[in-house]
C-alpha cells in the first residue's frame, strides 16, 4: 500500500529552484534513504513532507490524502533532527509528552505511551533527567522516542547521526535498524550523507543531485547497476572510476577500446552503441585484477601505494586532463611505487555510459 | 584655560599615568625585586608571577575602596550619631525616629510599589515587543525608536512627562496630551467602554493572576501528594511570601475595580494629575517603564534569537499553537535572562530618585526612599536619619544584587 507520494514535487525560493519535479511512491513499510551531495535539497524536501517549508508546485499525499496545505502537526509525520531539537527545560518524559499533552490526550494514554516508548529505547533510567544531563547518544534516543510517542504513519530523520562520535553512531545506527525491524509497518524517510548508513539502512535509496532526483532503487542495485555516471561514482568508496573509450564493435557484447590503450568487451543489453562513437567505461576499484596478458584494461604507473593489510589501494598518476585512477586490490603486494603495471576486470564488472554519462543498461 | 583643552590634558594626563604605572611597577617588580637571573632566576620568576596579579588590580581595589568602601561605613557611623550632639554616638535612636515617621513608611510603601510594577511591566513590554519586531521586516526600525528613551536622562524624561500631565484652566486650550484626551470624554458609553469597563479588566485579569500565583504557592500543601518531597527548606517561606504578597495585590486589585466601577469621574474637568493620590505614583512609574522597556526589550531579542530555531520547528510539529510556542518554549527557554532583565530593573527601581524629584519632589504622597533620604541629608541637614535611610536603602538593594550577580553569572557559564 502506498503510504506516501509525490507528484511533480517542486521548491523554489524566489527565483532559485532547489528541487525540480519530484515524483516518487512510498510503500507503507519501507525505509527510504535520501543521500546526495551537501546543497542538493535532501531537507528541504524532508521539511516539506514534514510541512516546516511550503510546497511550491506539485501534489504530497500522506496514506492516500493531499498533504499540502496541512499542517504539520496532522499530516501524521514525526521528524528526528540532527541537532535532537529536544526542549532543554523539559525533562526527557516531558519532552516526550509535550505534543500528547498539547493535543489534550488523557494522563494514562500519555502515560503509556511514554512506558513503551521508553521501553523501546531503553531510556527508563533517565526518564526525569533533563537533556543536558544525558550523553549525545543518549539525546538522540530522546528525540526517537519523542517521535515513537507520536505513533506516525510516517518517520523522518534528517541526518540523526551526524552528530555522534564514530563509534556511537554504528551502535545507534544498529538501534535504528532494530527500531525499524520491531515496527514493520511504519514508514521511515532518511536523509544521510553517509554512505554506510544509506547501504545498511535502506529498503531503497533515493539518489539526489541538485535538485533532480538521479535514480532510485534498492542499495545493490544502485551499486551493480547505477543508471549514470554520478551515481556510479556517488555510491561505492573509492569512486568508480572512469576511462574515456571508444566503441569498436558494437551490439550485445560491445568492444571498446580505452584512450589510453587498454580493449574490453563490454555485455550491454542494449544495441544503442554504434561503431566508432565515444563512450565512458567505467569499473570500480575493487574490481580490478592485476594481469600479465596483453588484453589488459589499464596500464599506468603507481604514484602512491597504501598498504593497509587487508587491501592495497594503489592510486595512478593521472594522464593529462583525466581524473586519477584507483585500484583496490585485496591482501597484501609488493609493489613498488614508480612501476608500471597492468589491471583487468571480469565484463560482467564493467560499466558502460554514453559520453553524456547515461549507463546503456537503461537505454 | 579653555574647559577643551583641559579635558584633553586631563586624558591624557590619566590614560597616561594609567599605562605609566603599570609599565613602571612591573618594570620594578622584575628588573630589582626579583630579577630573572642570577642563581634564583626560577624561583624569582614564580614570585613575580604571584605578586603580578595584585600590581593590576590594585588600582581598581584602591578607588573601590576610597569611593565605595569608605563612604559605606562611614554612613554606617553617621547613622549612629547624633548631629546635634556634636556627634556623639546615639545607638539606634536616629532608626527609630526614622521608623516613627509616616512619611518614611509612605517611601517604603510607595517603593514597594515602584519595585512589583515596574520591573514586571517593563519586562512583560520589553518581551512583548521583542517578540513583536522579531521576524517582520521594519522590526529594527521599530526597536530603534523604542531603544530610545534610553539614551534620555531621567530627568530629560520627568520633563517630557511633565509636559505630557500639564493643566491648564477649563477655558485654556490644554497642552497635555493626557487633558486632551480626558476632556474629550463625556461620561457617555465611550467614557464608560474606556474609562470604567477597560480598567476593570485588566484589573481583574490581574486578579486572576494573583489568584493562580496564591493557587500555585499554596497547592502542594493542601494537596500534600508526593510533589514535596526534595523540597529545600527555603521552599516554605518562599512559597509564604509569594502567598501573602499575592493575596496582598489581590485584594488591593478588587478594591481598584470596585473605586473604578463606582466612583465618580470629573468630567470636563483638566486633572491635575500629579496631585491625585496613590494613582500619582503610576503616573511617575510610566516615565521609568518608558526607559527601561527599551532596555528589556533589547536583551531579551537577543536571547529570543538565540533560542535553537530547531526546537521551535520541534514544537510545531508537536501541534503547539503560536502562543503555547512562545509561553512553553521560548520563555522557559529564556527565563535566565528574563530573570537577570528583572532583577537589573529592580536594582534601577530601587535607587529611583531623580524622576520623583523632578516631577513632585516627594509630595502628594509619592515620597519613595531615595528622595526621603536626600530630603533628610541635604534639606533638613539632619545626616543622623539621612544616613540611616541610605543604610536601609542598601540592605533592601544588597539581596536583589547579589542575585542578580548570581544569576548573571550562571547565564554566561
Ligand atoms: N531560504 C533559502 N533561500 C534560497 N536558497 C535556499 C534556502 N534554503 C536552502 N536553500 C538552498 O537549497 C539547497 C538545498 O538545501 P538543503 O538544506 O536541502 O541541502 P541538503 O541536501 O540538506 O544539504 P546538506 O547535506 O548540506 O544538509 C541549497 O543549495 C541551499 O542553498
Ligand atoms: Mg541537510
Given amino acids: 500500500m502506498t503510504s506516501l507520494s509525490l507528484r511533480d514535487v517542486s521548491k523554489s525560493y524566489g527565483a532559485v529552484n532547489v528541487l525540480r519535479d519530484i515524483n516518487l511512491e512510498i510503500d507503507e513499510g519501507e525505509l527510504i534513504v535520501f543521500v546526495g551531495p551537501s546543497g542538493c535539497g535532501k531537507s528541504t524536501l524532508l521539511r516539506m513532507i514534514a510541512g516546516l517549508e511550503t510546497i511550491t508546485g506539485g501534489t504530497l499525499e500522506i496514506a492516500g490524502e493531499r498533504m499540502n496545505e496541512v499542517p504539520p502537526a496532522q499530516r501524521g509525520i514525526a521528524m528526528v533532527f540532527q541537532t535532537y531539537a529536544l526542549y532543554p527545560h523539559m525533562t526527557v518524559r516531558d519532552n516526550m509528552a509535550f505534543g500528547m499533552k498539547i493535543a489534550k490526550k488523557p494522563q494514562a494514554e500519555i502515560d503509556a505511551a511514554i512506558a513503551n516508548a521508553a521501553r523501546i529505547l531503553q531510556l527508563e533510567p533517565y526518564l526525569d533527567r533533563l537533556p543536558k544531563a544525558l550523553s549525545g547518544g543518549q539525546r538522540q534516543r530522546v528525540a526517537i522516542g519523542r517521535s515513537i510517542v507520536r505513533d506516525p504513519k510516517v518517520f523522518l530523520f534528517d541526518e540523526p547521526l551526524s552528530n555522534l562520535d564514530a563509534a556511537l553512531r554504528v551502535a545507534t545506527r544498529i538501534e535504528i535498524a532494530q527500531l525499524k525491524e520491531s515496527m514493520p509497518q511504519s514508514t521511515m524517510i532518511y536523509v544521510t550523507h553517509d554512505q554506510v548508513e544509506a547501504m545498511t539502512l535502506a529498503s531503497r535509496i533515493v539518489v539526489l543531485h541538485g535538485g533532480d532526483i538521479e535514480q532510485v532503487g534498492a542499495p545493490l542495485e544502485l551499486y551493480e547497476r547505477p543508471a549514470n555516471t554520478f551515481v556510479a561514482q556517488f555510491i561505492g568508496s573509492p569512486a568508480m572510476n572512469l576511462l574515456a573509450a571508444e566503441v569498436l564493435q558494437g551490439g550485445e557484447q560491445t568492444e571498446v577500446r580505452t584512450a589510453t590503450g587498454g580493449h574490453a568487451i563490454v555485455p550491454i543489453a542494449s544495441q544503442v552503441s554504434d561503431q566508432g562513437s565515444s563512450v565512458q567505461l567505467g569499473v570500480r576499484p575493487e574490481d580490478l585484477v592485476l594481469t600479465e596478458s596483453d588484453e589488459y584494461l589499464l596500464s599506468a604507473d603507481v604514484e602512491i601505494v597504501e598498504a593497509l593489510g587487508e587491501t592495497t589501494v594503489l592510486y595512478f598518476k593521472p594522464k593529462d586532463g583525466e581524473a586519477p585512477l584507483i585500484a583496490k586490490l585485496p591482501g597484501i603486494h609488493s609493489i613498488k611505487k614508480g612501476t608500471t603495471i597492468r589491471l583487468t576486470a571480469v565484463p560482467e564488472k564493467l560499466h558502460l555510459f554514453t559520453d553524456k554519462g547515461i549507463s546503456f543498461l537503461y537505454r | ?413
Fill in chain 2, 1 to 413: 584655560m579653555n574647559p577643551a583643552l583641559q579635558g584633553l590634558i586631563t586624558i591624557i594626563l590619566g590614560v597616561g599615568g594609567c599605562i605609566g604605572y603599570f609599565y613602571l611597577s612591573n618594570q620594578f617588580l622584575d628588573k630589582v625585586l626579583f630579577p630573572a637571573r642570577g642563581k634564583d632566576a626560577g624561583r624569582n620568576i614564580n614570585r613575580a608571577n604571584m605578586i603580578r596579579p595584585w600590581l593590576f588590580l590594585f588600582p581598581a581595589v584602591f578607588a573601590l575602596g576610597l569611593y565605595l568602601g569608605y563612604p559605606v561605613i562611614e554612613t554606617l557611623r553617621l547613622s549612629l550619631t547624633d548631629r546635634s550632639a556634636d556627634g556623639a554616638f546615639v545607638g539606634l535612636a536616629n532608626y527609630s525616629q526614622m521608623a516613627s515617621e509616616p512619611k518614611f513608611w509612605e517611601a517604603m510603601r510607595n517603593n514597594m510599589l515602584w519595585l512589583i510594577v515596574v520591573p514586571a511591566v517593563s519586562t512583560a513590554f520589553g518581551l512583548l515587543t521583542a517578540q513583536l519586531t522579531d521576524r517582520i521586516a521594519w522590526g529594527n526600525v521599530a526597536k530603534s525608536f523604542i531603544f530610545m528613551p534610553m539614551a534620555i536622562s531621567f530627568v530629560g524624561a520627568s520633563v517630557i512627562f511633565k509636559l505630557i500631565y500639564d493643566t491648564r484652566a477649563a477655558d485654556l486650550e490644554q497642552i497635555g496630551v493626557l487633558n486632551a484626551v480626558w476632556l474629550s470624554f463625556d461620561g457617555g458609553l465611550g467614557s464608560f467602554l474606556f474609562l470604567r469597563l477597560t480598567p476593570a479588566l485588566i484589573l481583574l485579569a490581574f486578579a486572576g493572576f494573583m489568584v493562580y500565583g496564591i493557587y500555585i504557592s499554596v497547592k502542594p500543601y493542601i494537596w500534600s501528594g508526593n510533589e514535596r518531597r526534595g523540597d529545600a527548606w527555603w521552599t516554605f517561606p518562599l512559597r509564604a511570601v509569594v502567598a501573602l504578597g499575592s493575596a496582598w495585590l489581590l485584594w488591593l486589585s478588587v478594591w481598584s475595580i470596585v473605586s473604578v466601577m463606582t466612583g465618580t469621574l470629573p468630567y470636563g474637568e483638566p486633572q491635575t494629575w500629579l496631585t491625585v493620590p496613590f494613582w500619582n505614583n503610576f503616573f511617575l512609574m510610566a516615565v521609568l517603564i518608558w526607559i527601561q522597556t527599551g532596555f528589556a526589550m533589547v536583551i531579551l531579542s537577543a536571547a529570543l534569537r538565540g533560542i535553537p530555531e530547531e526546537t521551535i520547528e520541534a514544537a510545531i510539529l508537536d501541534g503547539a499553537n503560536a502562543f503555547q510556542i512562545f509561553f512553553k518554549i521560548k520563555v522557559p527557554q529564556i527565563m535566565g535572562t528574563i530573570v537577570v532583565v528583572w532583577t537589573t530593573i529592580t536594582l534601577v527601581v530601587l535607587k529611583v530618585f531623580d524622576i520623583v524629584f523632578a516631577m513632585t519632589n516627594g509630595q502628594w504622597e509619592t515620597q519613595v526612599l531615595a528622595n526621603y533620604m536626600y530630603d533628610k541629608l541635604f534639606r533638613a541637614n539632619d545626616w543622623g536619619v539621612g544616613s540611616a535611610s541610605a543604610i536601609v536603602i542598601m540592605l533592601l538593594v544588597m539581596p536583589i544584587l547579589v542575585w542578580n550577580v548570581y544569576n548573571a553569572r550562571k547565564e554566561m557559564r
